[in-house]
């Protein structure tokens, strides 16, 4: 199974940008799907995640201003990201669990300016 993450990019402080990450092989009945990030001299961490089931879970930080989403015929999960913050500029990665295999993303940098 490979990821392949998109939509990354430069955006002002207050707009919008949606990634997208598409698995190519199977990944029927996965256990979750999410994005992490990780910021210069940070550890990666949890953005949004979201169970086969459809339940979501997010980062404080980000509630009420991103949303996760799959399109399971299509191996695809977004994330919607409104209202972005200085503080969300970081390299997004995508992350799938199947069964007790997980995959990683390469990564899509997204920078928010002032």
């Known amino acids: 199974v490979q990821l392949q993450a998109s939509g990354g990019g430069l955006v002002q402080a207050g707009g919008s940008l949606r990634l997208s990450c598409t698995a190519s092989g199977s990944i029927f009945n996965y256990n979750v799907m999410g994005w992490f990030r990780q910021a210069p001299g940070n550890q990666r961490e949890l953005v949004a995640r979201?169970?086969?089931?459809?339940?979501?879970t997010y980062a404080d930080s980000v509630k009420g201003r991103f949303t996760i989403s799959t399109d399971n015929a299509k191996n695809t999960v977004f994330l919607q990201m409104n209202s972005l913050k200085l503080e969300d500029t970081a390299v997004y990665y995508c992350?799938?669990?199947?069964?007790?295999?997980?995959?990683w993303g390469q990564g899509t940098l997204v920078t928010v300016s002032s």
């Open positions: 979201i169970r086969y089931g459809g339940s979501t």
């Open positions: 992350r799938v669990e199947v069964g007790v295999r997980v995959y």
